[in-house]
């Protein structure tokens, strides 16, 4: 898999969806997987190319800190495809 995976821990539903609405309209991401860890705390992770990654991650953090709280903000380029299937849901997957 050549795309890159960005991932984005924010605080609260309401934060959640503004950080997804920022990263999806400001680069050609796709959403790939939604988990509540706990907490209230919400890990999205977004998967595209990695300059389209990194400039969502940068929207979608200005949008979470106006909104709540930021907790994490991570990008991978190519992540190894062993993260597939266990951390990450591969394409398909209801997961």
């Keep these: 898999m050549n795309q890159s995976l960005g991932i984005v821990e924010v605080e609260g539903l309401v934060t959640a969806t503004t950080t997804i609405d920022a990263m999806c309209k400001h680069a050609f991401v796709e959403v790939v997987h939604l988990e509540k860890t706990g907490s209230g705390w919400i890990t999205i992770m977004i998967q595209g190319d990695l300059a389209s990654v990194q400039a969502a991650l940068e929207a979608g953090e ?31 997957d209801n997961g």
């Design 62 to 92: 200005e949008a979470a800190y106006r909104h709540g709280q930021v907790v994490a903000v991570k990008s991978i380029p190519r992540p190894d495809e062993g993260l597939y299937g266990k951390l990450i849901p591969k394409a398909g």
